[in-house]
């Protein structure tokens, strides 16, 4: 495997390809990233893009947020937050965190319920398992409304059904299991 080519201190702007290799995101993406917003460059006289140096770190924050299940748009409105004519300080970061802390912490919570709870009766209308019927008999809790009832988080994305990534829960009475595949 052929090592990550080593960016010199004194390089503050990156080609698409420099910033692929080091970021570990494809360059596809990173267009994608810029089309919508949530990283910008600039063109030289040649029409090629060269990013600020601290587009790493966005890029690294946008990677990491969407793995954690976060919707871009969540993630460009708090890119939104942070300046553009600097480098973001510690302080930007600290904000940035602080306002999700809520919102991670809720996530937090339902993937340890689901960690947990998964082989028990989760809600979701089934009734395939035994323990359904005497934790959500005759599909009770669907009157609260779709999905897996004992594992939604309120407030969380699966509740909000405002989750655009592909294949994200729904708020869609006909896939009421949706967040499980």
Request: net charge positive.
């Amino acid at each position: 495997m052929r090592g990550m080519t080593r960016l010199e201190h004194r390089v503050h702007e990156l080609t698409v390809g420099q910033l692929a290799e080091r970021s570990g995101v494809a360059v596809s993406a990173l267009h994608f990233y810029e089309a919508k917003g949530l990283i910008s460059s600039r063109r030289t006289a040649g029409n090629q893009r060269r990013f600020t140096r601290d587009t790493l770190r966005r890029v690294s924050f946008i990677k990491v947020s969407q793995r954690v299940g976060i919707p871009l748009s969540d993630i460009k409105d708090a890119l939104a937050t942070l300046p553009e004519e600097r480098t973001p300080t510690v302080a930007d970061w600290t904000r940035l965190s602080e306002a999700w802390r809520s919102d991670l912490d809720a996530r937090i919570s339902q993937l340890e319920r689901l960690r947990d709870d998964l082989t028990e009766c989760i809600g979701c209308g089934c009734l395939s398992i035994s323990k359904c019927a005497l934790t959500n008999p005759y599909d009770q809790l669907g009157d609260e409304g779709p999905g897996p009832r004992r594992l939604l988080v309120q407030g969380g994305p699966c509740s909000r059904g405002d989750d655009d990534r592909p294949g994200a829960c729904s708020n869609s009475p006909a896939t009421p299991c949706a967040q499980l595949g």
